[in-house]
Nanobody
Framework: QVQLVESGGGLVQPGGSLRLSCAASGTIFSIRAMGWYRQAAGKQRELVATISSGGTTSYADSVKGRFTISRDGAKNMGHLQMNSLKPDDTAVYYC???????????????????WGQGTLVTVSS
């Protein structure tokens, strides 16, 4: 089993910054890709940012230039640095990871698509 635990959410004023972290634990050979998604009240979950095993990143247009996704492969951790936060960024943020459990899974491209429980980010004055 693989588990993801997010941390770092909270209340911040507009223009402020927060750094979210995601820790993966369990039986993991390697992580194929990690991503952050968010879901605001009454809205669908949306993609915020992703990062591949090779470090290639992609961002939603709404966060480009303000958010930075990173990962620490050795520690099976991911981070989302959020700067210049706006009230529209208020949401529950979820970590996602595509994990290979064994080497055989890696060779055969079988991975577990795992989600964290979410962490609430509130941007308000």
């Amino acid at each position: 089993q693989v588990q993801l635990v997010e941390s770092g959410g909270g209340l911040v004023q507009p223009g402020g910054s927060l750094r979210l972290s995601c820790a993966a634990s369990g039986t993991i050979f390697s992580i194929r890709a990690m991503g952050w998604y968010r879901q605001a009240a009454g809205k669908q979950r949306e993609l915020v940012a992703t990062i591949s095993s090779g470090g290639t990143t992609s961002y939603a247009d709404s966060v480009k230039g303000r958010f930075t996704i990173s990962r620490d492969g050795a520690k099976n951790m991911g981070h989302l640095q959020m700067n210049s936060l706006k009230p529209d960024d208020t949401a529950v943020y979820y970590c996602n990871a595509q994990c290979y459990v064994t080497y055989a899974d890696y060779v055969n491209q079988r991975y577990l698509n795992t989600w964290g429980q979410g962490t609430l980010v509130t941007v308000s004055s």
